[in-house]
């Protein structure tokens, strides 16, 4: 059997059985993306089975999920209601920077792993998963509520931090110069503010560039849009999701509208992989030897993520069970941890220890993530004498 077949098979199977573990998780009335994480586990390195034939299509489709993802949840908002977000929880992202970068340090200050293991665990502890975020916000149908603005806030907030934080990390691990660790971060910042700029006055052309009559030309222009928009932010130490993200937030009015009905399909095909991929490449037998300080993280970590969210939320004025609903929200790790554990692993930096830690901490909170905005709802009526208003 050739290596196409093989992969065609594979990829086959995969398919297949993502779309038996959403039809379960609808059955069950969850979101579909602890199985999917799950599933992959068990198909991967260390697995029952190792599909290692579908590893460089996993690879770039799961970059494709991500970036649609951030598109589509640009998609809602304009870039007016962005900078006001912004404006109004720039504090809450301070609280939320402190709050969960210390007990990665902590933790790695206490395995004995340097200053350099410290600023690494930092970055992996910190920052949520914009792209599991953004795919449970819309499976439980709460692209709409009063405190997504507040998440995606944040979200953004975090994801501008990581402009910074990623060249200053990639400038440590490499032993280059302080100066030219600021000169990264320093392009990095301008090209974000330079798009984002230009989504608030120029949006209305993006739009009509972008925008056509046939449904054909209409998404390859989007989707080719999207990824060259994503892959030039990346070029310039910005992450792609960001760059996906300003572009959703420059498209506005019935071509947004379009957008989302055209990309919807795309989206939850491609952000399976993601989250498949993530499970693929993850070794079960790398998790024992971790499994208790990561566990540790994960309970420090979550109670540090639903006071972030419960205090941005209260500071626009909404009631308790959304509080907890941005709280809960926010606890998804995923990408962006990963890769700065791999960049660190990779420069020989720091010990591979710290890959495992990362990599288990991440899974949980992986699966975790989903589970908790999925029952905080429940939970939180049925802890208060008199249930509120959902808004």
């Given at each position: 059997?050739?290596?196409?077949?093989?992969?065609?098979?594979?990829?086959g199977?995969?398919?297949?059985?993502?779309?038996?573990?959403?039809r379960?998780a609808?059955?069950?009335?969850?979101?579909p993306?602890?199985?999917?994480?799950l599933?992959?586990?068990?198909f991967?390195?260390?697995?029952?089975?190792?599909?290692?034939?579908?590893?460089?299509?996993?690879?770039?489709?799961?970059?494709?999920?991500?970036?649609l993802?951030?598109?589509?949840?640009?998609l809602?908002?304009?870039?007016?209601?962005?900078?006001?977000?912004?404006?109004?929880s720039?504090?809450?992202?301070v609280?939320?920077?402190?709050?969960?970068?210390?007990?990665?340090?902590?933790?790695?200050?206490?395995?004995?792993?340097?200053?350099?293991?410290a600023?690494v665990?930092?970055?992996?502890?910190?920052i949520?998963?914009?792209?599991?975020?953004?795919?449970?916000?819309?499976?439980?149908g709460?692209?709409g509520?009063?405190e997504?603005?507040?998440?995606?806030?944040?979200l953004?907030?975090?994801?501008?931090?990581?402009?910074?934080?990623?060249?200053?990390?990639t400038?440590?691990?490499?032993?280059?110069?302080?100066?030219?660790?600021?000169t990264?971060?320093?392009?990095?910042?301008?090209?974000?503010?330079?798009?984002?700029?230009l989504?608030?006055?120029?949006?209305?052309?993006?739009?009509?560039?972008?925008?056509?009559?046939?449904?054909?030309?209409?998404?390859?222009?989007?989707?080719?849009?999207?990824?060259?928009?994503?892959?030039?932010?990346?070029?310039?130490?910005?992450?792609?999701?960001?760059?996906?993200?300003?572009?959703?937030?420059?498209?506005?009015?019935?071509?947004?509208?379009n957008?989302?009905?055209?990309?919807?399909?795309?989206?939850d095909?491609?952000?399976?992989?993601?989250?498949?991929?993530?499970?693929l490449?993850?070794?079960?037998?790398?998790i024992?030897?971790?499994?208790?300080?990561?566990?540790?993280?994960?309970?420090?970590?979550?109670?540090?993520?639903?006071?972030?969210?419960?205090?941005?939320a209260?500071?626009?004025?909404?009631?308790?069970?959304?509080?907890?609903?941005?709280?809960?929200?926010?606890?998804?790790?995923?990408?962006f941890?990963i890769?700065?554990?791999?960049?660190?692993?990779?420069?020989?930096?720091?010990?591979?220890?710290?890959?495992?830690?990362?990599?288990?901490?991440?899974?949980?909170?992986?699966v975790?993530?989903?589970?908790?905005?999925?029952?905080?709802e429940?939970?939180?009526?049925?802890?208060?004498?008199?249930?509120?208003?959902?808004?």
């Open positions: 059997m050739n290596d196409t077949t093989l992969s065609l098979i594979q990829l199977i995969v398919f297949f059985g993502l779309g038996v573990l959403g379960l609808g059955m069950i009335g969850m979101s993306v602890p199985l999917y994480l599933g992959g586990l068990a991967g390195h260390g697995g029952l089975i190792d599909f290692g034939g579908i590893e460089d299509f996993g690879h770039i489709a799961s970059e494709i999920g991500v970036v993802l951030l598109l589509m949840l640009g809602e908002y304009t870039a007016n209601e962005l900078v006001t977000g912004l404006k109004q720039w504090l809450a992202g609280v939320d920077l402190v709050l969960n970068m210390a007990p990665g340090a902590a933790v790695a200050l206490l395995l004995g792993w340097g200053p350099v293991g600023l665990m930092a970055g992996v502890t910190y949520s998963s914009s792209g599991i975020i953004a795919k449970v916000l819309g499976d439980l709460r692209l509520n009063r997504t603005p507040v998440i995606l806030s944040i953004v907030i975090e994801d501008l931090a990581m402009a910074a934080y990623l060249p200053v990390l400038a440590v691990l490499s032993g280059v110069s302080i100066a030219g660790g600021l990264a971060v320093g392009v990095a910042l301008a090209v974000v503010t330079v798009v984002l700029v989504a608030l006055k120029f949006g209305h052309l993006v739009s009509a560039i972008i925008d056509s009559p046939d449904r054909e030309t209409f998404l390859l222009k989007l989707l080719g849009a999207a990824l060259l928009i994503a892959g030039l932010a990346s070029a310039m130490q910005v992450s792609a999701a960001v760059g996906a993200f300003l572009l959703g937030i420059a498209i506005s009015g019935a071509t947004a509208n957008a989302t009905r055209v990309l919807e399909p795309l989206r095909l491609f952000a399976a992989m993601f989250f498949v991929v993530f499970g490449n993850t070794d079960p037998a790398s024992p030897p971790v499994l208790g300080f990561a566990l540790l993280l994960a309970a420090v970590t979550s109670v540090t993520k639903i006071a972030t969210g419960w205090w941005a209260s500071r626009q004025g909404i009631r308790r069970l959304g509080r907890a609903r941005a709280g809960a929200a926010l606890i998804a790790r995923g990408e941890s890769v700065i554990a791999g960049l660190a692993v990779a420069a020989g930096s720091v010990p591979n220890d710290l890959a495992a830690l990362a990599t288990t901490y991440v899974l949980i909170m992986a975790f993530g989903p589970i908790a905005a999925r029952y905080v429940p939970l939180v009526t049925l802890f208060q004498r008199e249930p509120l208003p959902a808004l």
